[in-house]
Nanobody, 121 residues
Framework: QVQLVESGGGLVQPGGSLRLSCAASGNFLSIFAMGWYRQAPGKQRELVATTTRGGSTNYAESVKGRFTISRDNAKNTVSLQMNSLKPEDTAVYYC???????????????WGQGTQVTVSS
């Protein structure tokens, strides 16, 4: 069984910073990609940032220059440093991972339970 456990959400004032972390555990062979998505009330879930095992990164235009994704392959963790936060960043943030499981020929995608980020004065 695979688990993604997120931490680090909370309430922050506009212009402030938060750091989200996600740790993967369970029976898997490797993790190809990890990332963060978010879903605001009444909106669809959207990509925030992703990173591959090789270190390639991809960011949503709305967060470029403010958010930084990082990954520790040895610890199977991914983090999201969020700076200069805006009220429109308010959402539930979900960790995501594409993994190779024993006996599997393709990737399996898993999601964390989500962590609330609220940006408000």
């Amino acid at each position: 069984q695979v688990q993604l456990v997120e931490s680090g959400g909370g309430l922050v004032q506009p212009g402030g910073s938060l750091r989200l972390s996600c740790a993967a555990s369970g029976n898997f062979l490797s993790i190809f990609a990890m990332g963060w998505y978010r879903q605001a009330p009444g909106k669809q879930r959207e990509l925030v940032a992703t990173t591959t095992r090789g270190g390639s990164t991809n960011y949503a235009e709305s967060v470029k220059g403010r958010f930084t994704i990082s990954r520790d392959n040895a610890k199977n963790t991914v983090s999201l440093q969020m700076n200069s936060l805006k009220p429109e960043d308010t959402a539930v943030y979900y960790c995501n991972a594409a993994m190779i499981l024993p006996g599997s020929t393709g990737f399996n995608v898993y999601w964390g339970q989500g962590t609330q980020v609220t940006v408000s004065s």
